[in-house]
C-alpha cells in the first residue's frame, strides 16, 4: 500500500528554517519523481520544488528558488524539504506527492499524495 506521510510543520518565526519530512512506504521514493505542493487559505495548489527519480532533475518555484532544498534519503525511503529564510507568505498545507515525473504544474502527474503538514510563519 503506497503511503506518504508529511510532517515537520508548525508555527515558526519569519526567518526560520523548518525542515518538512515525507515517509514513504510501499514503494522505492528513489524510482519515482516526487515534489512538494503547498495551499494557502483561499489560494490555489501550487507546485513548490520536485525532483525526477534518482536525483536527476530538480525544479524550484520563483518565489522559494535559493530558499528552500529538496532532499532526499534513499536509506531512510524520506522526503526532505528544508525551507530557509521563511516569509509569512510561505504559509500554507504543504504537501508531498509521488510523480510520474517531476513537473511543478500538472497535478495529474501525480499520483499518490500525502495528507499535508501545516507551516504558519509568523511575521
Known amino acids: 500500500q503506497v503511503q506518504l506521510v508529511e510532517s515537520g510543520g508548525g508555527l515558526v518565526q519569519a526567518g526560520g528554517s523548518p525542515r518538512l519530512s515525507c515517509a514513504a512506504s510501499?514503494?522505492?521514493?528513489?524510482?519515482?519523481?516526487i515534489g512538494w505542493f503547498r495551499q494557502a487559505p483561499g489560494k490555489e495548489r501550487e507546485g513548490v520544488t520536485c525532483t525526477s527519480s534518482g536525483d536527476g532533475y530538480t525544479y524550484y518555484a520563483d518565489s522559494v528558488k535559493g530558499r528552500f532544498t529538496i532532499s532526499r534519503d534513499n536509506a531512510k525511503n524520506t522526503l526532505y524539504l528544508q525551507m530557509n529564510s521563511v516569509k509569512a507568505e510561505d504559509s500554507g498545507l504543504y504537501y508531498c506527492?509521488?510523480?510520474?515525473?517531476?513537473?511543478?504544474?500538472?497535478?495529474?502527474?501525480?499520483?499518490?499524495w500525502g495528507q499535508g503538514t501545516q507551516v504558519t510563519a509568523a511575521s
Open positions: 506527492a509521488r510523480g510520474e515525473i517531476a513537473a511543478l504544474t500538472g497535478e495529474h502527474y501525480y499520483d499518490y
Open positions: 510501499g514503494f522505492t521514493l528513489d524510482n519515482f519523481a
